[in-house]
């Protein structure tokens, strides 16, 4: 069992940064990918951003890529995602999530992960 603990989100202005962050305990991060994902009020949850356990590949959703970055340190058993150039349409709450498979297409679903946070709300103000 992985138990994720996200911390980090807030309110900022449109423009504006914000840095997340995903505690693991329970097992090692090493093992797993780990994905961060979004789910605003009314709407789907969807894909963020994902990255590999040692090799540190990473995927990103088109709406955002170019402006996070998602980073892990396994020493600090910690998944961090940086949130630059922040819009209103990024209002959302974010989790970050723990998948045991093999990096691939499915590293986009979220059906395929294993372990969940309980989110951290996101506001990006006009």
């Known amino acids: 069992q992985v138990q994720l603990v996200e911390s980090g989100g807030g309110l900022v202005q449109a423009g504006g940064s914000l840095r997340l962050s995903c505690a693991a305990s329970g097992r090692r991060l090493s093992s797993y990918v780990m994905g961060w994902f979004r789910q605003a009020a009314g709407k789907e949850r969807e894909f963020v951003a994902a990255?590999?356990?040692?090799?540190?590949?990473?995927g990103y959703a088109d709406p955002v890529k170019g402006r996070f970055t998602i980073s892990r340190d396994n020493a600090k058993n910690t998944v961090y995602l940086q949130m630059n150039s922040l819009k209103p349409e990024d209002t959302a709450v974010y989790y970050c999530a723990a998948e045991s498979t093999r990096w691939g297409p499915s590293v986009f679903m979220p059906t395929e992960y294993d372990y969940w946070g309980q989110g951290t709300q996101v506001t990006v103000s006009f």
């Open positions: 990255i590999n356990r040692s090799d540190l590949r990473t």
